[in-house]
Structures are given as C-alpha cells and as structure tokens.
C-alpha cells in the first residue's frame, strides 16, 4: 500500500474529520454598531473594508462555533446538515460518515480566519484525533448562506478526498 503525503495517520484524519462534518450546529449572529465621534461634524465615511462582513467579529466568532460543532462528534446530523453550505444536498455524505468510529474521535480547533470576501472567508484549523493535531494548520473555507456562516462544501469534500474516498455525491 502507498501512503498519500500525508501518511496514515492524516488519511486516518481525513476520513475522520469527513465523517465529523457531518454534524454541526448553527450559530447566530449579532450586530454592532461601530462608529466613533471625531469632534467635527464630517459625514461618515466606510471604513468597513469591502471584503468583510457587517460585523467581522461576530462572522468570526459563529464561523469558530459552527466550525467547532461541526467536526464535534456528538452534534446530531440534523445539526451539520444546517451549517454545511448546500446541507441538504449533502445529507446523504453526513449520514453515511456519522457511524464511522473514526468520526467519534474527531474535532477541530480554528486557528485563523480571514475574509475574501464579504460572504467567504479562509479558515485555518487543526484538525484533531483524540485531542492531538492529525492534521495541523488546515485550509478551509467557510462561506455565508442563508444568513449563516457554514463549513463550505469545498472544504468537506478535500477532506473526502484525503480519506481515499473518491466517488462521493456531491463532492
């Protein structure tokens, strides 16, 4: 058998990490208004740049919730499916991964995320195996739909393709 550059123990986490997103939940987010008073009476100017969402720091913060209770093996199907971009249409990937036993071991840690645009951001993540990093500093990406910030299909379906699973729907 040839290992794939990431060895045995990665295509043993990629498995596990497809098999974890499969169950997230989904987080609200919140509003702030962000305005500043110079002392003069100069109309307000954007300083919101063009590539980030409203509030970033509450985008952040339901991107690491959903990102967390996503790959958290305990969160029900019905959970991921809601914070997985086209989740309905990829109910039948997290159906069929959530009684893998790799999946129970799995979790994921955001490191990093930083916006592209105002609906997409980059996440970097450690994917983890029984608490330690399988795979460390992963790429990923999240994208806003439907007024939630979900696990992009593209991220699940690299994760499939690491695990050696190829022909899976969707991906």
């Known amino acids: 058998m040839v290992l794939d550059r990431f060895g045995a123990r990665s295509r043993v986490a990629a498995l596990a ?4 997103l499969v169950l997230t939940p989904v987080a609200a987010g919140c509003s702030d208004d962000d305005g500043g008073d110079s002392g003069t009476t100069q109309t307000p100017t954007q300083t919101q740049p063009t590539n980030q969402p409203a509030n970033p720091v509450a985008a952040k913060a339901e991107i690491t919730k959903n990102w ?5 093996p305990k969160t029900p199907v019905a959970e991921k499916v809601r914070v997985l971009e086209n989740g ?9 991964f959530a009684n893998d036993p ?4 799995s979790s994921a840690a955001v490191r990093a995320i930083s916006f592209t645009a105002v609906d997409k951001a980059d996440v970097t993540y450690d994917l983890l195996i029984g608490g330690q990093p ?10 806003e739909q439907d007024g939630v910030w979900k696990v992009s299909v593209q991220t699940l379906c690299a994760l499939v393709k690491q695990s050696g699973n190829a022909a899976v729907p969707g991906c």
């Open 17 to 20: 990490a497809a098999a974890v």
């Open 68 to 72: 967390t209770a996503f790959f958290d």
């Open 134 to 143: 399988a795979i460390p500093n992963a790429k990923g990406t999240s994208v």
């Open 102 to 105: 790799n999946a129970a071991k």
């Open 88 to 96: 309905e249409q990829m109910q039948p990937v997290l159906v069929a």
